[in-house]
């Protein structure tokens, strides 16, 4: 029998998002991308694989699930971190989120 390996930390509120959203949160020194898009909840790592830009700063794609690297206009994957448009070649780390009455939640290993 396997144990989760995950805690869950809480990020914000719900309720103080807006929709759209896309902020940077700080769990145990690791900066992580916390994005909203309607009932959608999505954490991924804050920085561009490829040049090492703050993504949030960029343009979210509700169309496809993307966030835009404001620099080169690489794209993501919110929901598995995945490189989707060059330059970008790298996948972002991704966290799971769940939400608890108004408090989301990221886990982190």
């Given at each position: 029998?396997?144990?989760?390996?995950?805690?869950?930390?809480?990020?914000?509120?719900?309720?103080a998002l807006s929709d759209p959203a896309q902020i940077i949160v700080t769990i145990?020194?690791?900066?992580?991308?916390?994005?909203?898009?309607?009932?959608s909840l999505y954490a991924v790592g804050s920085e561009c694989t490829h040049e090492y830009v703050w993504l949030d700063d960029?343009?979210?794609?509700?169309d496809t699930c993307e966030i835009?690297?404001?620099?080169?206009?690489?794209?993501?994957?919110?929901?598995?971190?995945?490189a989707t448009h060059e330059p970008c070649e790298e996948p972002l780390?991704?966290?799971?989120?769940?939400?608890?009455?108004?408090?989301v939640l990221v886990a982190v290993p």
């Open positions: 029998m396997t144990g989760d390996s995950h805690r869950f930390v809480r990020v914000a509120a719900l309720s145990d020194g690791a900066e992580i991308l916390l994005v909203r898009m309607g009932d960029g343009i979210l794609h509700a835009e690297c404001p620099l080169h206009e690489g794209r993501f994957d919110l929901r598995t971190g995945a780390p991704t966290y799971p989120v769940r939400l608890d009455g108004d408090d």
